[in-house]
């Protein structure tokens, strides 16, 4: 018939667009498994990735949705505007910030300089807003006797990398890295006042 083919249909790929989903399909399996093509196929050029769809477009396609849907993504939208504008919380000047390459490398030492005492917080976390004062206090208490306080916000793009390699499954988590020890322990109690902080360090690493 003269119609243009591309080669890669020969070779058994499903798609020839969007790299994510050029691949190859087995015998047997559907063309579409798992593509959810009819949520908004008419924008998409694959039925996942949207890429190529304007802003007019999404508004249009949020409101042809569920009440459900449409408050989930509603919902997610102000997350991510918290996020991105939530006054950062520990700044009196007794809890030092670290960023990811601080944190990391305070996670690999063989054995640790200094017992270090860290919060993996997000700033609009109101759990992590309720435990300010407290962890405040208690790195101003634990600094006079020699331990470092410090904090990682672990929220957004780090908060992947944190639930691997820092053992984070909810704001706040508190991790102690002991003196003279590889690795971390990690508070296992709700308890996260100056008191309960100091008990929990003093558990770890002995009377200070």
């Given amino acids: 018939m003269g119609t243009p083919v591309n080669k890669l249909h020969e070779m058994g790929y499903v798609s020839i667009g969007c790299a994510p989903c050029t691949r190859a399909v087995l015998p047997g399996q559907q063309e579409r498994e798992g593509r959810w093509w009819w949520e908004d196929g008419a924008m998409k050029e694959c039925g996942l990735h949207s890429g190529n769809v304007s802003a007019e477009d999404k508004a249009r396609s949020i409101s042809r949705r569920s009440p459900y849907d449409r408050v989930r ?5 102000k997350q991510d505007a ?13 809890v030092r910030a670290l960023d990811r390459a601080g944190i990391d490398a305070l996670r690999g ?5 200094k017992t270090t005492l860290a919060v993996l917080y997000a700033p609009w976390c109101p759990f992590c807003q309720a435990m300010e ?17 410090v904090k ?18 909810s704001f706040p988590t508190v991790l102690l890295f002991p003196e003279g020890r590889a690795g971390y322990v990690k508070l296992g109690s709700e308890r996260r006042g ?5 008990i929990f360090v003093e558990s770890v690493v002995g009377k200070l």
């Fill in 109 to 113: 030492e063989d054995a640790h300089a």
């Fill in 152 to 169: 990682f916000r672990a929220d957004g793009d780090e908060k992947e990398w944190s639930k691997e390699c820092l053992s984070l499954a």
């Fill in 194 to 198: 100056p008191e309960s902080l100091n």
């Fill in 133 to 149: 004062g407290g962890y405040e206090s208690a790195a101003a208490a634990l600094g006079a006797k020699g331990v470092d306080v």
């Fill in 73 to 77: 993504v509603v919902n997610a939208a």
């Fill in 82 to 94: 918290r996020e991105a504008t939530e006054e950062d919380i520990f700044v009196d000047g007794s």
